[in-house]
Antibody, heavy 115, light 111 residues
Framework: EVQLVESGGGLVKPGGSLRLSCAAS????????MTWVRQAPGKGLEWVGR??????????DYAAPVKGRFTISRDDSKNTLYLQMNSLKTEDTAVYYC??????WGQGTLVTVSS | QSALTQPASVSGSPGQSITISCTGT?????????VSWYQQHPGKAPKLMIY???NRPSGVSNRFSGSKSGNTASLTISGLQAEDEADYYC???????????FGTGTKVTVL
């Protein structure tokens, strides 16, 4: 069974940092292009960024609101995807989901940025 | 990159058919056949229902179908059931640096 499990969310002050993890199982993670999507409370879905497989270059692309502050990385030996979030703003408050090309999605982890 | 435009709400009675529209531009919906649709129940993760405009993943009911004309994509739910009550989002690949854009979301109510 394909499974994605996010962790690492929590409460952080504006300007702070947080690293999210997404543990994958049930598929060949090293071949997967992985994506982060977020959803602010009561709002719609927003694409955050994507990382290609290492075989396809391993590069990451980011949405404009997070570019320069967020970094997506992967550890294929651990079947784990990461989202390093720096210089956090209140508007980054959201549930963060990881997904393998949008099918399936993890259960999400809540990040709250507040003083 | 602006979100794709969806109606805020659509409703129908059990057994009826409803259609949700998703309007973009020639830089996203109109440019590629990479439109997807997702179903999200309250407090749950989104679930992929349609990909590449009209393809259903394994396990998704054939009551769900997708289409596209120009800059507008559509999701049709036929034989509406109580379990279909949820939020629905479309998404499209886009030429902008934000590679994927989502729709504003539509709340489907089964009367």
């Amino acid at each position: 069974e394909v499974q994605l499990v996010e962790s690492g969310g929590g409460l952080v002050k504006p300007g702070g940092s947080l690293r999210l993890s997404c543990a994958a199982s049930g598929f060949t993670f090293s071949n997967a292009w992985m994506t982060w999507v977020r959803q602010a409370p009561g709002k719609g879905l927003e694409w955050v960024g994507r990382i290609k497989s290492k075989a396809d270059g391993g590069t990451a692309d980011y949405a404009a609101p997070v570019k320069g502050r967020f970094t997506i990385s992967r550890d294929d030996s651990k079947n784990t995807l990461y989202l390093q979030m720096n210089s956090l703003k209140t508007e980054d408050t959201a549930v963060y989901y990881c997904t393998n090309q949008f099918d399936p999605w993890g259960q999400g982890t809540l990040v709250t940025v507040s003083s | 990159q602006s979100a794709l435009t969806q109606p805020a709400s659509v409703s129908g009675s059990p057994g009826q058919s409803i259609t949700i529209s998703c309007t973009g531009t020639s830089s996203d919906v109109g440019a590629y056949n990479y439109v997807s649709w997702y179903q999200q129940h309250p407090g749950k993760a989104p679930k992929l229902m349609i990909y590449d405009v009209s393809n259903r993943p394994s396990g998704v009911s054939n009551r769900f179908s997708g289409s596209k004309s120009g800059n507008t994509a559509s999701l049709t739910i036929s034989g509406l059931q109580a379990e279909d009550e949820a939020d629905y989002y479309c998404s499209s690949y886009t030429t902008s640096s934000t590679l994927e854009v989502f729709g504003t979301g539509t709340k489907v109510t089964v009367l």
